[in-house]
């Protein structure tokens, strides 16, 4: 049976292991951008973010199809399993058609094209890991996929740490990701198969196919927009500039994009209040989304604008000076996290009102944007025209996000006055840092901006004690 708290607890130990993750996978990419140069980082970047990119070509909203069908306790549900496995066989292998075409043609004698063979191997492991995760996920149960999460990551910093004393190869590293992929391929099956009696059978049924492919569509169409959105600046950096532009901005981008975890989790608590109080107290509704985006601009805007200022010591002591031009496409991206967080509480809103359409819509506009942007600016601007684009992007993403969450809630005239008092505590902890980054240590300078940060918050009470109760349960008690 199927109770409060163990949802409760499912998603709280899920969401732990996958802060734990994510941080791990940090601290992992920093060594190892450290041991391959530039150069390699680029090449080991690109080829995952290339096999990644096709990789949604492989699952196709198949994946979430599933869980919620599986969660709904079909009788039919072994044959829904059977037949999106079938289907994912299916995928999976005209998809590394496509991928080993293009490999051939755009890389042939690059150094990348051995390891986009090892990534799409890598890429076909996971999806199908991914898949009978979902099976499981659907059966209301997170707690096998947080520890093949956990495991996964541990696997990769033991043995890429230990192989980094022996070796500069990007494919070694490669193939440690492969090693650790295979464990959580194999435990998943050995979980489905013993604690869920399930088994891996091919099933073909034309009426099933159809029903799914139509219900999938939504699904798809959104999964396949976000991938492009957010590896396509990858491709055309390679194609344009080659593996050390790639390696330049790859430090920048794993810098931005690691903070994720931060909304991630506000959103695997928000999503199903926003779900109960759009059918049953619209008020409700409007004054959680609110207070939930002030508090993602709380955190946020500090984050953004202290990388921002501390940015040249960030780069030069955790990645080397060898990295120096990732200082300036650093900047510039992490100014859209304050964007970039918001958006999250945008898309679990319009999801959770019914809204996914215009979610996916938007998510569309942006990724055309986002090609031409490219397109343009690269050739001329080089990697800060990656940087600028992408960023800009994520601001129109937020435009058309927000036109749609405003036509959903509203938000009262005093609801900006927190904002406003953010900016302004955030502009004057910039100044802070910038006089003293020159004077005493940078890692010192960061807990007296976050406290000179916290002191003016409470100061212009944008911030209450009480405010604190519900940041900390958003992040660490997800329900």
Do not use: C
Request: glycine letters at 4%; zero cysteines; hydrophobic letters at 60%.
């Amino acid at each position: 049976m199927v109770t409060a708290e163990k949802i409760t607890a499912n998603t709280s130990f899920f969401m732990m292991a996958l802060i734990l993750q994510k941080l791990l996978s940090f601290i992992y990419f920093t060594f190892l951008a450290r041991n391959l140069g530039v150069e390699a980082t680029g090449q080991y970047f690109f080829a995952i973010s290339f096999a990644t990119m096709f990789a949604v070509l492989m699952d196709l909203g198949l994946s979430p199809l599933l869980i919620r069908e599986v969660a709904k306790e079909r009788e039919d549900t072994n044959n829904w399993f059977s037949q999106i496995f079938t289907l994912k066989i299916i995928f999976s292998l005209l998809t590394a058609i496509i991928v080993l075409f293009l490999n051939q043609i755009l890389f042939a004698n690059d150094a990348v094209q051995l390891l986009i063979y090892l990534t799409l191997t890598i890429s076909i492991i996971d999806s199908f890991t991914i898949f009978f995760y979902a099976f499981i996920r659907g059966r209301q149960s997170l707690k096998f996929e947080s520890r093949g999460t956990i495991i996964f990551q541990m696997i990769v910093m033991i043995l890429g740490l230990s192989l980094m004393r022996f070796t500069h190869q990007a494919w070694v590293f490669i193939l440690v990701l492969m090693t650790a992929s295979l464990f959580n391929f194999f435990y998943s099956i050995i979980i489905l198969s013993s604690k869920f009696q399930t088994k891996l059978k091919l099933y073909y049924s034309v009426d099933l196919v159809k029903k799914i492919l139509f219900i999938s569509l939504p699904f798809s169409l959104a999964a396949i927009f976000t991938k492009v959105y957010a590896y396509i600046d990858t491709f055309f950096l390679k194609i344009f500039l080659g593996d050390a532009a790639v390696g330049f901005y790859s430090v920048a981008y794993k810098i931005t994009f690691a903070l994720q975890f931060i909304p991630m989790a506000f959103v695997a608590a928000l999503y199903p209040a926003f779900t109960n109080y759009f059918k049953n107290n619209k008020q409700a509704l409007a004054e959680t989304f609110a207070r939930a985006w002030q508090y993602l601009v709380f955190i946020s805007l500090p984050i953004s604008i202290g990388i921002m200022a501390l940015a040249e010591h960030i780069v030069g002591r955790l990645y080397t000076d060898q990295y120096s031009f990732s200082i300036w496409p650093l900047q510039v991206l992490i100014a859209s996290i304050p964007f970039l967080f918001s958006n999250f509480a945008f898309s679990s809103l319009l999801n959770a009102t019914d809204r996914a359409q215009v979610n996916t819509r938007n998510i569309g506009i942006v990724m055309v944007v986002n090609i031409i942007g490219n397109l343009i600016l690269i050739p001329r601007l080089g990697i800060w025209g990656a940087s600028l684009t992408s960023s800009l992007s994520t601001l129109l993403l937020f435009t058309l996000n927000l036109i749609g969450a405003l036509r959903v809630v509203t938000l009262p005239k005093i609801f900006w006055w927190p904002i406003l008092a953010s900016i302004f505590s955030s502009l004057v902890m910039l100044l802070v840092l910038i006089f003293l980054r020159g004077i005493i240590n940078w890692l010192l300078v960061i807990p007296i901006g976050a406290i000179v940060y916290i002191l003016l918050m409470f100061l212009t009470r944008a911030l209450k004690s009480a405010d604190w109760l519900f940041i900390k349960k958003s992040i660490f008690k997800s329900s």
